[in-house]
């Protein structure tokens, strides 16, 4: 079960001020699927930066933004 960004809208992704668009994607588009396999719903879905790929000096060079 994915958490609940609040209400949703019944806006089309082409109508609506772009806040509710992307409000819209929130709760369209399952956040986990973006993560690396073995990465918990928990942790999917904390308030936080998850990084999907790091550089040979293990700077983040890929990362899911905090929802």
């Known amino acids: 079960m994915t958490p609940s960004l609040g209400s949703s809208t019944n806006s089309s992704p082409t ?7 992307v409000r819209a994607a929130f709760h369209r588009v399952p956040r986990h699927l973006f ?7 928990d942790v999917a879905y904390a308030n936080d930066v998850i990084i999907t ?3 040979p000096d293990w700077r983040a060079t890929s990362s899911i933004s905090e929802p």
């Open 35 to 41: 993560a690396a396999d073995g990465i918990s719903l």
């Open 53 to 55: 790929s790091r550089g």
């Open 15 to 21: 109508s609506g001020s772009p806040h509710r668009r």
